[in-house]
Every structure is written in structure tokens, then in C-alpha cells.
């Protein structure tokens, strides 16, 4: 089955505690992000990958790092976590940019709580 | 700046009834339009992607509609189930740009 997947689901920390997020997608994508989404202020982008070793920022990359060493994983870093980054975390892949005609798909969430 | 608005901000409707719900977008030059419906607590799913010249696409009881002179579009959803209930969130894709620019949506609830 054609998906994107992310780990893990849910997750509590405590501020300064480095945490990773995995996304990985198994439809060879060459387009993969991350979003984060806040009630009332709908996804925002952190950061996106145009391919292997190619990332670049997006809207809110402030306390996030990522890599992209194999077309299928795009990990989500947080080196030092701060109860601001308390959100709801969603992976997405597509074929092509956004700016080409191809549709978008997104992981299931991770809803992360920074104590 | 390029923004994405959507109206209204929450509806809610008898099951069995249509609805439209609106879209106003800034983003230039554009690319293509897509519609996600969003459950709670899980990852948006498409419905539909327009580029700037279709002005209509529908998916079962869903249908957009885009008018890319005055940089609107609405999502008419027909006879409502209560499955409907989720968020729909607009977005928007310039041309030459590999960023999408989300709405903040529309919550759609469904009544028996």
C-alpha cells in the first residue's frame, strides 16, 4: 500500500531533550516536507526536500533540522525542544513540487507535547 | 504577501443538505488550487487539484469550482453524510515555487 508513515504517533518530552520524528514514504518520491499545524493558524512549513541531500526552509524552520541521506526517510529534528514547539507534525510526499499538477500526500501526524 | 482565506471559519448543517464552502486567494502567479479534507487528529487528503484552466472538478459529491480572474474558488458538497464532518483546507501553489500556501479552513459538521 502506497503511504507515508510517521514515528512516533504520539510524544511527551521535557524541554532541552533531543528528539527525532520519522517520516518515511515507499512511492519513490523525490518531494518530501514537514508541516506543523496550530489551531487557528492552519499548516505551516518547516522544511522541505527536493531530493536527496537537497533541503531548504520553509515558513517556521526556527528550532528544526532535517536530512534527507535516502529518498524514502526525511527525519524531523529537534536538537533542543521548547514547549513552543508543542504541535501536531505532519510528513508529506509527492512526486514533483507543489507547483507541478501532482498530488500531495500526507503521514498520519505526530502530535508532540513539550513539557 | 501571498495569503489563502477561507469563509466561514465553522458550519454546521442537517445531514442530507448542500453546502458551499468559499476560498479567496492572493497568490500570483498561480499554479494550481487543491482542496484537502482533513478528519480530526489525522493528515489531509486530497479531494481535488485544479490548475488555471479548469473552472470545475468534482470527486463523487465534491465539487470545486475556480475562477482565476477573481482569484476564488468554492467547494460545493451535495447531499451531506455525517462521514463529511472534517475540516477543508484550501491551498494554493504559485508557479516557479516549491511552496504550498494553506488556508486555515473551513470545520464542517454534520448533523443527523
Known amino acids: 500500500e502506497a503511504q507515508v508513515t510517521q514515528n512516533p504517533r504520539y510524544l511527551i518530552t521535557v524541554t532541552g531533550k533531543k528528539l527525532t520524528v520519522t517520516c518515511s514514504q515507499n512511492?519513490?518520491?523525490?518531494?518530501m516536507s514537514w508541516y506543523r499545524q496550530d489551531p487557528g493558524l492552519g499548516l505551516r512549513q518547516i522544511y522541505y526536500?527536493?531530493?536527496?541531500?537537497?533541503?531548504d526552509k520553509g515558513d517556521v524552520p526556527e528550532g528544526y533540522k532535517v536530512s534527507r541521506k535516502e529518498k524514502r526517510n526525511f527525519p524531523l529534528i529537534l536538537e533542543s525542544p521548547s514547549p513552543n514547539q508543542t504541535s501536531l507534525y505532519f510528513c508529506?510526499?509527492?512526486?514533483?513540487?507543489?507547483?507541478?499538477?501532482?498530488?500531495?500526500?500526507f503521514g498520519p501526524g505526530t502530535r508532540l507535547t513539550v513539557l | 504577501k501571498n495569503q489563502v482565506e477561507q469563509s466561514p471559519q465553522s458550519l454546521i448543517i442537517l445531514e442530507g443538505k448542500n453546502c458551499t464552502l468559499q476560498?479567496?486567494?492572493?497568490?500570483?502567479?498561480?499554479?494550481?488550487l487543491r482542496w484537502y479534507k482533513q478528519d480530526t487528529g489525522r493528515g489531509p487528503v486530497s479531494l481535488t487539484i485544479?490548475?488555471?484552466?479548469?473552472n470545475t472538478k468534482s470527486n463523487g459529491r465534491y465539487t470545486a469550482t475556480l475562477d482565476a480572474d477573481t482569484k476564488q474558488s468554492s467547494l460545493h458538497i451535495t447531499a451531506s453524510q455525517l462521514s463529511d464532518s472534517a475540516s477543508y483546507i484550501c491551498?494554493?501553489?504559485?508557479?516557479?515555487?516549491?511552496?504550498?500556501?494553506f488556508g486555515t479552513g473551513t470545520r464542517l459538521q454534520v448533523f443527523p
Open positions: 508529506a510526499s509527492s512526486p514533483d513540487p507543489p507547483s507541478s499538477y501532482n498530488e500531495q500526500f
Open positions: 512511492m519513490n518520491h523525490e518531494y
Open positions: 526536500s527536493m531530493n536527496v541531500e537537497v533541503t
Open positions: 476560498c479567496n486567494y492572493t497568490v500570483s502567479p498561480f499554479s494550481n
Open positions: 485544479m490548475t488555471f484552466s479548469e
Open positions: 491551498v494554493v501553489s504559485g508557479r516557479n515555487t516549491d511552496k504550498l500556501i
